[in-house]
Structures are given as C-alpha cells and as structure tokens.
C-alpha cells in the first residue's frame, strides 16, 4: 500500500484558491487516488478521485502529473466552512490507509 | 449517492460491559466494509476487513477477540467491543466501498460512533 505524506496544516483566508499537494512515491500502476475531507467528529467524506492528469468536480479540482508521484487537490474560493482535515489516500480494492492528513484552517 | 448508516452516534458504557455498534449501507451492498478507529487530533486508523459470510481480516495490534466483527448480510455489519475498558474510548468509524464512474472503489464512511467507557 502506497505512503502518502501531506504538510501537516494549511492557513488560508476566506476566497482565496488553496493548493494542498500529496506526495505517494511507490503509487502502483493499479492505484487511484482519493481525497476525503473530515469534520470534528464525522465521518470522512469523498471530495474528489483521479488517476491521471487533471479532473474536476462541483466543489474541487485534482491535478496530477505524467509521474503519478504527487497529486495537488484545489479548492477554488475557500470560505470558512471550508476548515477541515483534508486526507489524500491511494488505492484501488477499497482498503486504503489513512494518513495524517492536512488540517486547513480557512480565517475571515 | 451511497449512504452509510451507523448506529448508535454516542455510547457511555461502564467498564466491563460490552457494546456494539452497527454499519449499514443504505442503498447499495457492500459484500466489504472497513473498520477504523480515531482518537482525538489524530488520524483514522484501519482496525478491520468485513467481508460478508467469512470471517474478518484484523490488521497487526487489533485483538480479534476483543473487537468482535460480523457481516452477515451484504448491507450489515457489527464491531462489538467486548469488555470495554476506558481505553477502549474513542471514535469508531465504519466505511463500505462502492464502484465509482472511474472504475476504482469510493469508501463511502458511516457518520462515526462515539464511544466513551467510564
């Protein structure tokens, strides 16, 4: 299972574009990868999953390069709801193992 | 979307008793859900592997015998923490997989359960 590292926090202000970039070096060829974004005392919930180049959701964007060896989650115009731990996991069978994630922390 | 839903949200238990937590997915099945665990400022950490009608795949440090899984049909399945101590308190969170539009499996989580052992 492929190790991911993240930078452990992120302070951003309200409108403003956040880049959170993962690293995950071994990614198998198989691997897709994932980003979950948490709230005290819930459940993670999915945000946004790649395998290559670039895709783009309602709510996020996912840029990752011809390598695969990182990926960058974009949240476009952040607003204070938007603080949470973000977590990028890779994986392909559904067993996938948390990292520690990044705690973004969006102020006024 | 997929929906999972756990029960009950918040336990208080005494020490010595035990307690079960259920992990339903709503509208589709799941012959795999996952386990997790979560202390406070920390991150999830995979407890177990449900898999419907076989027993469950615990990973290294999880005491089978002390969290206690059953999937007995494809949209249900239980961790019961057996003789809870306070130790044992902490957030508990169920997943299930579902085939995304990609092709790859989305963990669809359970809201969580607290547990507290006084």
């Known amino acids: 299972l492929a190790k991911t590292t993240q930078p452990v926090s992120m302070d951003s202000y309200e409108g403003q574009e956040v880049n959170i970039t993962c690293s995950h070096n071994n990614i198998a060829t198989n691997d897709y990868i994932t980003w979950y974004q948490q709230f005290p005392s819930q459940g993670p919930r999915f945000i946004i999953q790649g395998y290559k180049t670039k895709v783009t959701n309602e709510v996020a964007s996912l840029f990752i390069p011809a390598d695969r060896k990182s990926s960058t989650l974009s949240l476009p115009r952040v607003s204070l709801s938007d603080t949470a731990v973000y977590y990028c996991?890779?994986?392909?069978?559904?067993?996938?193992?948390f990292g520690q994630g990044t705690e973004l922390s969006v102020k006024p | 979307g997929a929906v999972v839903s756990q029960h009950p949200s918040r336990v208080i238990c005494k020490s010595g008793t035990s307690v079960k937590i259920e992990c339903r997915s709503l509208?589709?099945?799941?012959?795999?859900m996952f386990w997790y665990r979560q202390f406070p400022k920390q991150s999830l950490m995979l407890m177990a592997t449900?898999?419907?009608?076989?027993?469950?795949?615990?990973e290294q440090g999880v005491e089978k015998d002390k969290f206690l899984i059953n999937h007995a049909s494809l949209t249900l399945s239980t961790l019961t923490v057996t003789s809870a101590h306070p130790e044992d308190s902490s957030f508990y969170i169920c997943?299930?997989?579902?085939?995304?539009?990609?092709?790859?499996?989305?963990?669809?989580f359970g809201a969580g359960s607290r547990l507290t052992v006084l």
């Open positions: 997943s299930a997989a579902d085939r995304s539009s990609s092709g790859a499996n989305v963990l669809t």
């Open positions: 449900s898999n419907e009608g076989s027993k469950a795949t615990y």
């Open positions: 509208d589709f099945q799941a012959t795999t």
């Open positions: 996991l890779v994986g392909v069978e559904g067993k996938l193992i």
